[in-house]
């Protein structure tokens, strides 16, 4: 059977470029729907994204709103970027949709079960934010408020805040489908990600310790999710080197290589 392409067919320049349009449109047609569906309820959005860090403000304490007209476009600013954030299985078909026609069989086997795990480990890290991390930092500044001073958050910092530990926690839950493709492509081997996890334990609480507040709880929050996922990313890499080394997957010509038979 040919390992080729399945379109192995050559397109002018003109109709890439139309064909990126048209996904590209796509992709902003979609989050626009999303929006236009969610648009009657920003402050509900609002409210539940800000429900862990209001359930640690002090007795009669409240959020506060610092600009004119931060209690209309923050609570919209957040609705177009929690539509962006749904959007994400439909841009990522529509690129998948651009490249697959490039692809090889055997690399299409592989990207398929990729592109789900990247979206279900997005989706995975900003709830694991949500419902963890943020309960605990949150507490955390509360109790180390100093006396006299009122904790009231303004409404547009705590969007600000939180929309940056969301993308850190959904990028950090990559790292497996990260250190899969590093193997697959060739750039590093297993081996050789066995050696330096030392370095890259050490890297996950550096990178804990800048994107998180200071406090070691949220810092080994981070750090330890992403330790753990470095170690689930070289276990499935070294499934998929073993599986690559299967006798199936070699030439037919390999299995007749064998010496002549000499003559009596």
């Known amino acids: 059977m040919s390992d080729l392409p399945e379109n192995d067919q050559h397109m002018p320049l003109v109709s890439h470029l139309t064909e990126l349009r048209t996904r590209l449109l796509r992709c902003v047609a979609a989050i626009f729907i999303i929006f236009a569906g969610l648009f009657a309820f920003t402050q509900q959005i609002y409210t539940f994204v800000s429900t862990p860090l209001r359930q640690y403000l002090p007795v009669g304490a409240t959020m506060i709103a ?11 600013k957040l609705t177009m970027m929690v539509s962006l954030f749904l959007a994400i299985p439909v841009i990522l078909h529509q690129i998948w949709g651009f490249i697959a026609p490039g692809l090889y069989k055997h690399e299409k086997r592989i990207a398929v079960p990729l592109l789900v795990s990247s979206i279900m480990l997005f989706y995975t890290g900003m709830a694991f934010a949500y419902y963890l991390v943020f309960p605990l930092i949150f507490k955390f500044f509360a ?10 958050t303004d ?7 939180v929309m940056t530990l969301f993308f850190a926690f959904g990028v950090a839950f990559e790292i497996p489908v990260a250190v899969v493709l590093l ?3 060739g750039v590093v081997n297993v081996a050789y990600l066995k050696k330096i996890r030392p370095y890259v334990i050490i890297g996950c609480f550096v990178v804990g310790m800048i994107l998180t507040p200071p406090d070691i709880f949220s810092q080994t929050l981070l750090a330890v999710p992403m ?13 998929i080197s073993k599986r690559g080394e299967h006798p199936d997957d070699q030439p037919a010509d390999d299995h007749n290589d064998q010496p002549p038979a000499t003559q009596p």
């Open 66 to 76: 610092t600009d004119v007209s931060s209690p209309f476009l923050t609570p919209l």
């Open 143 to 152: 109790a180390a408020t100093p006396a006299g001073v009122e904790m009231m």
């Open 155 to 161: 409404i547009s910092s705590y969007l600000d805040f």
């Open 183 to 185: 193997v697959w492509i």
């Open 227 to 239: 330790w753990l996922l470095f170690e689930i990313g070289i276990l499935f890499s070294g499934l």
